[in-house]
C-alpha cells in the first residue's frame, strides 16, 4: 500500500510540476507562432503553451525564409534543445509541422530526449502524394498558387486579393512548400520510439491513408477523423485540447 502511495504521489509530481510539462507547436505553411492562438485558451494552464516558427514570419519576419528541409528540422531542434525543462514534453504539428515534427522528434530521440507522444494534424504522414497536384506547388505561376492555396483553406481571401499582402506572404508560402516538395521523403527511413496520435478533416482528400503514420512508429498509434477540411482544427479546440491533455498522462511504471 505505502509502494502504491508513493507511485501515486509520483505520478502527481510529473504531472503538476513547479518546471511545467511542455508543448511545443509546429505551425503549418505560410504560419507562424501566432497560428495556435485559437487553442492556447483551452489548454490547462500546468502545460507550458510554446509555440514556434522558423525564420520568415511572426516574431522572425526580419529573418530570411529557409528553404531546405534539413535547415527547417534543424533550426526546429535548436528551439526545442534551447528551451527544454527537465520535465516530459509533447510535439504537435498541423500539416507542414506534422512531416517537420516527426524529424525533429527523430533528432531529440538521438539526443536521447524523446517527447512522450507526437501528435499530428492535416498530414496523412510521408510519402503519401497528392494525385491532383501534377506540378509543385512552389513552381507554380502566381495564379495556379493561388488556386492551390484556396483549395487548402486557411490563407484569408484578403491576402490573395491583396497584392500588398500577397507580395509579402507570397514568398513565405513559396518557400514553406519549397521545403516540403524539394525532398518531399526524407523521411523513409525514421522510425520514432513515441506514440503518433494522427488527427485529419473528412474532406481531406488523402484522409484514407491516416494510417501511414503507423509505419514511422515503433510505439503505438491511435487516429480520429473530424468532421471538415483540411483546417478543421479551427472548428475543435477544445476536442484538441483534450487530445492533447489526454496524452499529458504520464504513467509511473514500478
Same mark, same amino acid.
Given at each position: ?22 508543448? =511545443? ?12 492562438? =485559437?487553442?492556447? /485558451? ?24 529557409? $528553404?531546405? $528541409? ?13 528551451? +527544454?525543462? !527537465? ?42 502524394? *497528392? ?10 505561376? !502566381?495564379? !495556379? ?12 481571401? @484578403?491576402?490573395?486579393? /491583396?497584392?500588398?499582402?500577397? !507580395? ?5 508560402? +513559396? ?11 526524407? *523521411?523513409? @527511413? ?15 482528400? $488523402? ?12 510505439? /503505438?498509434?491511435?487516429?480520429?477523423? =473530424?468532421?471538415?477540411?483540411?483546417? =478543421?482544427?479551427?472548428?475543435?479546440? $477544445? @476536442? ?6 489526454? +496524452? ?7
Amino acid at each position: 500500500m505505502k509502494k502504491q502511495k508513493e507511485q501515486i504521489n509520483k505520478s502527481r509530481l510529473l504531472s503538476f510540476p513547479q518546471n511545467k510539462m511542455q508543448l =511545443f507547436l509546429l505551425h503549418f505553411a505560410g504560419g507562424s507562432c501566432y497560428s495556435f492562438d =485559437f487553442l492556447r /485558451s483551452y489548454i490547462n494552464t500546468d502545460i507550458d503553451f510554446i509555440p514556434l516558427e522558423i525564420p520568415g514570419r511572426g516574431k522572425r519576419f526580419k529573418e530570411s525564409p529557409l $528553404k531546405n $528541409k534539413k535547415e527547417a528540422i534543424q533550426d526546429y531542434v535548436n528551439q526545442v534543445k534551447s528551451l +527544454r525543462n !527537465d520535465q516530459p514534453y509533447l510535439i504537435y504539428g498541423h500539416s507542414m509541422g506534422a512531416t517537420l515534427g516527426l524529424s525533429v522528434v527523430n533528432e531529440m530521440q538521438k539526443r536521447g530526449d524523446l517527447p512522450l507522444h507526437l501528435i499530428v494534424s492535416g498530414n496523412p504522414g510521408p510519402g503519401i502524394k *497528392e494525385l491532383e497536384v501534377k506540378q509543385q506547388r512552389y513552381l507554380m505561376n !502566381d495564379s !495556379d498558387f493561388k488556386k492551390e492555396l484556396r483549395k487548402l483553406g486557411g490563407v484569408p481571401e @484578403e491576402v490573395l486579393e /491583396s497584392e500588398e499582402l500577397y !507580395d509579402f506572404f507570397g514568398p513565405i508560402m +513559396r518557400a514553406d512548400f519549397e521545403i516540403l516538395e524539394k525532398d518531399d521523403f526524407s *523521411e523513409e @527511413e525514421i522510425k520514432i520510439d513515441a506514440p503518433i496520435f494522427a488527427l485529419m478533416g473528412s474532406e481531406e482528400e $488523402k484522409k484514407g491513408r491516416i494510417e501511414n503514420w503507423k509505419n514511422f512508429t515503433s510505439k /503505438s498509434f491511435s487516429s480520429q477523423i =473530424f468532421k471538415g477540411n483540411h483546417f =478543421f482544427i479551427h472548428d475543435y479546440p $477544445k @476536442e484538441l485540447a483534450q487530445i492533447i491533455i489526454d +496524452r499529458c498522462t504520464v504513467a509511473i511504471v514500478p
